[in-house]
Every structure is written in C-alpha cells, then in structure tokens.
C-alpha cells in the first residue's frame, strides 16, 4: 500500500512506488491503482501541465534543466515525465537518462521519472497521464512531459498537457520543409534553441521562417498569436522570455476558460481510449471465444476474410458471450 | 448491390458505388459493404502496395503522375488513393483535387480516388484498407496509397502498405533535423524531388545528408539498405530508378516471405482495432447504459474521478448488461 501522506509531502520513496504501480499490469496491482487514484483525485489538477517536443539534438535535456533551475528559483517545484516511444519504436531509449539534467536530477524541488521501456505506446501514455496525477497530488506545481516526437508520441503528450512547445535548432527555411504540419499545428509556442554565438543570424533566419510557416496554418487557439523565441539553454539565455510567454498563455487559457474545458476533454477521450483496451482485453482473455478467434485470425492471415468483417462478427460473438456468462 | 462482374473488369461506375459504399457509416450499407467484401475477397491480394508521403510542396502529384505513366507505359493498371487527414486535422482538404494528376486522371489504366472528407483518421483508414482491396478486385496491380504526412496518418499508410516511399525537398543538413526519426524509420525507399537544375548540387549535398541520418536508425528491414535516390518528377528524370528500387524491394520482401507475413500481421492488427470500435459503438449505443456514462462522463470531466478508472467500471457495467440483454 502507497502511504498517502507521505506521498502529498512528496516523499520519493512513496512517489516512485505509486508511480511503479501505475505502471504494473497485474490484475492486483491495477486495482491497488485505482484505489490509490480514487485517493489522490481530490488533490489533482492543480499544476500546469506543460509538455515539450523536439528532434533528437535539439537539447531538450539542457533546455528543460536549464528552464527548471530558473523556475526552482522562482520557488517552484517541477516534476519531470518523459514519454519515450523509442524505447517500442527503435529498441533503445532515447531520454531514459537521468543525468541528461545535471542540475534537477539533483534538486530537492524537481523530480525526474524516465519513460518505462519495453511497454507500448499506448500503456506508456496511461502510465504518463496517471503519472501527472500523482505529481500534483505530490505537490509539484509545474508538470513538464517531454518526448522526442518520435512516431505519435508528440500527438499523446499534446493531448494530456495544457501548454505544448516545440523546440526546433536553428537551420534555413528548407529545415521547415521537413517539420511536419502536424506538429507545428500541435505548438503552442515555439522556441528556436543554441541560438548563440554563430547560430545568431541562422536562428533569425529560422524564427522568421517558422512565423511564416505558422501564418499558413489554421490557429490551434483564437486570440493566441504563437510566438517562436530564440534561446540558448547551454547559455541560459531566453529562458526567462520563454517562461514569459508560458505565463501568457496560461493566463490566456485560464482567463478564456479553455484549460478547463480542454482538460475535461482530454480526460472524456482518455476514458473513451481506455474502456475500448479494457474491452478487447476481456475478449482476448475469453476462454468461450479462444477457437473462434483462432479462427478468425487464421482466416484474416489467409486473406479468406476482410479483416473488419471478421472484426464485427467477433464483436458480435463476444457480446452474445456475455449471456450465458 | 454491386455488380462484382463489372467491379471485377474495373467498371469505374461500379467501383465508385463500391468505394462509396464503404464509406458509409450507415448499418444498411455496412451489411452490403461487407458482403461485397466477402464476395470479392478471392480476387484480393494481387497488387503491389506502394505507400507515398511526404511534406505539402515536395510534389507528390506531380511524381505519382509522372510515375504513373511511366508505369502505364509499361502495361500496368494503376489505383491512387489518397489519405488525407487535413481534411481532418486543419479543415481543408489538401490532396482532395483529382487534376493534380493531370495524365493519371485521364487515362483509362489509371483510377484515382480522393479522401472522404470530414470522417476520423480512422474511419479514412479502414474505408482505405477496404478500397485497397476493391481496386485489387478490379484488376489494378498496384495501388498507391498517397498521405501528406500529417498527425499520425503515415504511420497508418505503412500500416496498410507493401513498401513506403518518403519523398524530400533537396535541402542542407539543417533540414533533417526537422524530419521526425519516426518517418524515417517508416522508409523503404528515399526519393529527393525536384533534384533539377540549381537545386542539382543540393539535392547530392541532401541525399549524403539522408543517408548520413538513415545509417544512425535501425533498418526497418534487415539486408536492405534503405536507397536515397534524386528524382524530377516534373521533368521525367530518376523515376525508371526509382521503380527499379522498388522492383528490387519487392523482389526482396517476396523472396523472402516478409511481403506475406507483413501482410498477415497488417490485417490481424487491422481487425483488433477495428473490434474495438466496434464494441465502442455498441456500448455508446446501450440504452441501459445511457444514465451511468452521463454520470462518470461528468465525474471525469469534474476530476471527481480517473478516467482509467471510469473505463473499468464502465466497460464491466457494459459487459454486465449483455447478460441481461
């Protein structure tokens, strides 16, 4: 059992656990998760959930350490999630690395929970967004989830955060070429890093190319212009106009009432996403249904079947199932 | 009802019906949709299935056509369909506009097929998945599945595809750091368009920079390195090398049984996803249920309870009321 007080005082100890057992998926430990989040529920909801994305190399870790120092200055208490889908997608994990951030993966203020490997991106989602949950309860008012926007990790963070930025390296206007649409309509704010030295004028040239890139796009929020700010994280410059920024939109969301609306959005999709899993797990664990679905899926393999055909007969059988249960 | 004979020698009225009425959501036209699937599945399979994306601007159209006819030219039947997700995503359709190609769309070997506009992702992706297997019925020996490229959509175009070209812009170095590692490891095949007059030197400079990136990836297929090869689309230059390429990845994935077994497993995984929207359609469409899912839908909106939990309950209190159904 997850000792509740010790985990509203942010006890390490009691949030590494709880957010262990998020992750398991015994039949057990699941319900000791739920009991744990029925617990915390009331004291949820009270941090900014921030989420970041950005090629490998762009110096999301520095950026995110060096951010993170201002604001624990700022006497804030940041925890720090990470959704590595590499870890599913090409085998190794890409930000699973702790020391990547020098200077919170030592501070009392910030806590670092790398992304659980060899699970799906899917469960590494669920696992993140009750993650969330259990740092607010823990106290942390800023919540930063970071991925490497490998696949569709980037769309998953941007649909349990409030604020989403793309960090993006200073490079000319063919660089934009290459970012997808699709991210750049998921930004909230865009920050060009190692702005510095001679990256100065290339990063210029990229901010305005990125302004230009974001006027062709539909706005993901009225009233809200998305700025591109150049800054160096290794230097610790900008930062404090990022973070300004930040505030703005916040201030916007909440002024507007769409942080609120969006999160209950976000929370009915999630419920959505989770009861079908929660479904086909039950069919696939049908002991009734194991020779149908044999069946069916030798019948698919062998191209006898088009697949959602099968797939609503199966259906079907399941729910007829459930009768004589 | 369709005519499958007509269907079956490439009547476009016919395969208009056909497409059309897998697009529709209506349960009427579901049946019928899945008996015609039943009826033509014997004649399915035949096609080689080129997935293609790439960024708006990087000339798709203009390379599926000149593709195209030098594939006509060689005796082949040609189906185009396209995944459009802006449709979607930003509201307007960006491949929606069949004149795109101006020889494909009038030639009698070629038949392109615009996105669906204003459904899901997912309904555009299983209406695709099926149409894939009309135009098979129909005679085409290869089918091209086009995507922009936007949100999640390539990942579901590989999902459906025998091979999948990535196509770039020529560009410096700077750009690949916008690519996402995620699309790139979706790529078989790496085409840099537009590599003609200035852009020449360029596109070499890009093409060294691809395969610089592509040797930093797992290979998606083992003994297959991933070809970078320039092409003009707009001046019929690199497309022979190109279907080459192709020729050479298909000759490797039939030789070996990877064709097959990709294929299998596309289908299995197709019929899961499908299953679960389908039992999601079914328990948002229970009566009994109407009064419980307004209630944990508010109290997850509220935060006065966990998503993930609501989703266990509700998925148990759905299964429950079958029995009594």
Same mark, same amino acid.
């Given at each position: 059992?997850?000792?509740?007080?010790?985990?509203?005082?942010?006890?390490?100890?009691?949030? @590494?656990?709880?957010?262990?057992?998020?992750?398991?998926?015994?039949?057990?430990?699941?319900?000791?998760?739920?009991?744990?989040?029925?617990?915390?529920?009331?004291?949820?909801?009270?941090?900014?959930?921030?989420?970041?994305?950005?090629?490998?190399?762009?110096?999301?870790?520095?950026?995110?350490?060096?951010?993170?120092?201002?604001?624990?200055?700022? @006497?804030?208490?940041?925890?720090?999630?990470?959704?590595?889908?590499?870890?599913?997608?090409?085998?190794?994990?890409?930000?699973?690395?702790?020391?990547?951030?020098?200077?919170?993966?030592?501070?009392?203020?910030?806590?670092?929970?790398?992304?659980?490997?060899?699970?799906? +991106?899917?469960?590494?989602?669920?696992?993140?967004?009750? /993650?969330?949950?259990?740092?607010?309860?823990?106290?942390?008012?800023?919540?930063?989830?970071?991925?490497?926007?490998?696949?569709?990790?980037?769309?998953?963070?941007?649909?349990?955060?409030?604020?989403?930025?793309?960090?993006?390296?200073?490079?000319?206007?063919?660089?934009?070429?290459?970012?997808?649409?699709?991210?750049?309509? +998921?930004?909230?704010?865009?920050?060009?890093?190692?702005?510095?030295?001679?990256?100065?004028?290339?990063?210029?040239?990229?901010?305005?190319?990125?302004?230009?890139?974001?006027?062709?796009?539909?706005?993901?929020?009225?009233?809200?212009?998305?700025?591109?700010?150049?800054?160096?994280?290794?230097?610790?410059?900008?930062?404090?106009?990022?973070?300004?920024?930040?505030? /703005?939109?916040?201030? +916007?969301?909440?002024?507007?009432?769409?942080?609120?609306?969006?999160?209950?959005?976000?929370?009915?999709?999630?419920?959505?996403?989770?009861?079908?899993?929660?479904?086909?797990?039950?069919?696939?664990?049908?002991?009734?249904?194991?020779?149908?679905?044999?069946?069916?899926?030798?019948?698919?393999?062998?191209?006898?079947?088009?697949?959602?055909?099968? /797939?609503?007969?199966?259906?079907?059988?399941?729910?007829?199932?459930?009768?004589?249960?």
């Amino acid at each position: 059992m997850i000792d509740i007080d010790k985990l509203r005082q942010a006890d390490r100890r009691s949030l @590494g656990r709880a957010i262990t057992l998020l992750e398991s998926s015994r039949e057990d430990h699941r319900k000791e998760a739920e009991l744990l989040l029925d617990q915390i529920m009331p004291y949820t909801g009270n941090a900014l959930r921030i989420g970041i994305t950005g090629v490998p190399g762009v110096g999301k870790s520095t950026f995110i350490d060096s951010l993170g120092r201002y604001l624990i200055e700022q @006497g804030h208490r940041l925890a720090v999630l990470t959704v590595d889908p590499s870890s599913s997608v090409s085998g190794g994990s890409i930000l699973g690395d702790k020391t990547r951030m020098s200077f919170l993966s030592t501070h009392d203020c910030a806590y670092i929970r790398p992304s659980p490997s060899g699970t799906t +991106l899917g469960g590494v989602a669920r696992r993140t967004r009750e /993650a969330i949950l259990v740092c607010e309860a823990a106290g942390y008012d800023l919540v930063i989830v970071e991925t490497v926007g490998v696949g569709q990790s980037e769309t998953l963070v941007a649909e349990m955060t409030d604020i989403f930025l793309l960090l993006l390296l200073p490079g000319g206007g063919d660089e934009l070429q290459g970012i997808k649409r699709g991210i750049m309509e +998921l930004a909230d704010l865009v920050v060009v890093n190692k702005a510095d030295s001679d990256m100065e004028r290339t990063a210029k040239v990229s901010i305005a190319d990125v302004k230009h890139a974001l006027n062709l796009l539909k706005p993901r929020l009225a009233n809200w212009q998305v700025p591109v700010l150049p800054a160096s994280a290794l230097h610790n410059q900008g930062i404090e106009e990022v973070w300004m920024a930040v505030m /703005a939109y916040q201030e +916007l969301i909440v002024g507007n009432g769409v942080l609120q609306s969006r999160r209950k959005q976000q929370s009915v999709d999630w419920m959505w996403r989770e009861t079908g899993d929660i479904l086909l797990g039950q069919l696939s664990r049908d002991e009734g249904l194991i020779f149908l679905l044999d069946d069916l899926r030798q019948r698919v393999r062998d191209e006898k079947i088009a697949p959602s055909v099968a /797939a609503r007969y199966l259906a079907q059988q399941f729910l007829e199932s459930r009768k004589s249960s």
